[in-house]
Protein backbone atom coordinates (compact mmCIF):
# COMPACT_ATOMS: atom_id res chain seq x y z
CA UNK A 1 0.00 0.00 0.00
CA UNK A 2 1.57 3.41 -0.50
CA UNK A 3 -0.43 5.94 1.42
CA UNK A 4 -0.59 9.82 -0.53
CA UNK A 5 -1.09 13.32 1.38
CA UNK A 6 -1.62 16.45 -0.70
CA UNK A 7 -1.28 19.92 0.12
CA UNK A 8 -0.91 23.38 -1.46
CA UNK A 9 -4.41 23.99 -2.50
CA UNK A 10 -6.24 26.82 -1.70
CA UNK A 11 -7.80 30.34 -3.74
CA UNK A 12 -6.18 32.78 -5.68
CA UNK A 13 -6.86 35.20 -7.79
CA UNK A 14 -6.12 35.05 -11.71
CA UNK A 15 -2.35 35.70 -12.39
CA UNK A 16 -1.53 34.42 -9.10
CA UNK A 17 0.46 30.87 -8.46
CA UNK A 18 0.04 28.12 -6.10
CA UNK A 19 2.30 25.45 -4.83
CA UNK A 20 0.86 21.96 -4.94
CA UNK A 21 2.76 19.12 -2.95
CA UNK A 22 2.19 15.45 -2.65
CA UNK A 23 4.11 13.25 0.03
CA UNK A 24 3.85 8.96 -0.68
CA UNK A 25 4.86 6.71 2.19
CA UNK A 26 4.27 3.08 2.48
CA UNK A 27 5.54 0.34 -0.44
CA UNK A 28 7.12 2.31 -2.52
CA UNK A 29 9.13 1.36 -5.47
CA UNK A 30 12.25 2.88 -6.73
CA UNK A 31 10.53 3.00 -10.08
CA UNK A 32 7.24 5.11 -10.06
CA UNK A 33 5.51 8.10 -11.56
CA UNK A 34 4.07 10.20 -10.10
CA UNK A 35 1.74 13.31 -11.12
CA UNK A 36 -1.71 15.59 -10.89
CA UNK A 37 -4.72 15.28 -12.52
CA UNK A 38 -7.48 17.15 -11.74
CA UNK A 39 -11.66 17.40 -12.23
CA UNK A 40 -13.79 20.33 -13.08
CA UNK A 41 -17.45 19.93 -12.12
CA UNK A 42 -19.45 18.64 -15.25
CA UNK A 43 -15.78 17.28 -16.53
CA UNK A 44 -13.56 13.84 -16.45
CA UNK A 45 -10.59 14.00 -14.40
CA UNK A 46 -7.50 14.34 -17.14
CA UNK A 47 -4.02 14.80 -16.52
CA UNK A 48 -1.99 17.86 -15.50
CA UNK A 49 1.13 16.85 -15.69
CA UNK A 50 3.83 14.09 -14.57
CA UNK A 51 7.38 13.01 -13.99
CA UNK A 52 8.46 9.68 -13.82
CA UNK A 53 11.36 8.52 -11.19
CA UNK A 54 13.96 9.17 -13.74
CA UNK A 55 12.88 12.87 -14.02
CA UNK A 56 10.90 13.08 -17.39
CA UNK A 57 7.95 15.03 -17.72
CA UNK A 58 4.82 15.36 -19.25
CA UNK A 59 2.25 18.25 -19.22
CA UNK A 60 -1.14 18.13 -20.32
CA UNK A 61 -1.03 21.34 -23.42
CA UNK A 62 -2.75 23.69 -21.28
CA UNK A 63 -0.59 24.21 -18.55
CA UNK A 64 2.34 23.98 -20.34
CA UNK A 65 4.96 27.08 -19.62
CA UNK A 66 2.80 27.62 -16.61
CA UNK A 67 3.60 24.89 -14.32
CA UNK A 68 6.37 23.14 -13.28
CA UNK A 69 6.41 19.68 -12.23
CA UNK A 70 9.70 18.02 -10.47
CA UNK A 71 10.11 15.49 -7.57
CA UNK A 72 12.59 15.00 -4.84
CA UNK A 73 13.24 11.12 -4.98
CA UNK A 74 15.16 10.76 -1.27
CA UNK A 75 11.71 12.44 0.52
CA UNK A 76 9.53 10.53 -2.28
CA UNK A 77 7.64 14.24 -2.85
CA UNK A 78 6.53 15.43 -5.71
CA UNK A 79 5.48 19.13 -6.17
CA UNK A 80 3.78 21.04 -8.92
CA UNK A 81 3.96 25.18 -9.53
CA UNK A 82 1.69 26.69 -11.01
CA UNK A 83 1.70 30.21 -12.00
CA UNK A 84 -0.52 32.50 -14.34
CA UNK A 85 -3.01 30.69 -12.88
CA UNK A 86 -6.63 31.04 -14.83
CA UNK A 87 -10.40 30.36 -13.96
CA UNK A 88 -10.22 27.28 -15.94
CA UNK A 89 -7.51 26.06 -13.70
CA UNK A 90 -10.60 25.68 -10.83
CA UNK A 91 -10.46 21.65 -9.87
CA UNK A 92 -9.79 19.33 -7.71
CA UNK A 93 -6.41 18.12 -8.33
CA UNK A 94 -5.24 14.43 -7.60
CA UNK A 95 -1.99 13.73 -6.50
CA UNK A 96 -1.31 10.24 -8.86
CA UNK A 97 1.15 7.31 -7.76
CA UNK A 98 2.02 4.49 -9.91
CA UNK A 99 4.17 1.97 -8.00
CA UNK A 100 5.71 -0.50 -10.55
CA UNK A 101 6.50 -4.24 -8.73
CA UNK A 102 7.90 -7.39 -9.91
CA UNK A 103 6.75 -9.32 -12.69
CA UNK A 104 5.70 -6.29 -14.58
CA UNK A 105 2.63 -5.37 -12.30
CA UNK A 106 1.85 -2.07 -11.20
CA UNK A 107 -0.50 -0.21 -9.23
CA UNK A 108 -2.21 3.33 -9.40
CA UNK A 109 -2.88 4.87 -5.72
CA UNK A 110 -4.82 8.31 -5.73
CA UNK A 111 -4.69 11.13 -3.21
CA UNK A 112 -7.81 12.65 -1.70
CA UNK A 113 -7.57 15.58 -3.89
CA UNK A 114 -7.25 19.15 -2.63
CA UNK A 115 -8.92 22.01 -4.38
CA UNK A 116 -7.68 24.76 -6.36
CA UNK A 117 -9.96 27.87 -7.24
CA UNK A 118 -8.90 30.66 -9.21
CA UNK A 119 -11.28 33.84 -8.92
CA UNK A 120 -11.16 37.33 -8.69
Known amino acids: QVQLVESGGGLVQPGGSLRLSCAAS????????MGWHRQAPGKQRELVAQ???????TYAVSVKGRFTISRDNAKNTVTMQMNSLKPEDTAVYYC??????????????WGQGTQVTVSS
Open 26 to 33: GSISSINN
Open 96 to 109: KHRTYYSGGIYKDY
Open 51 to 57: VTSGGAT
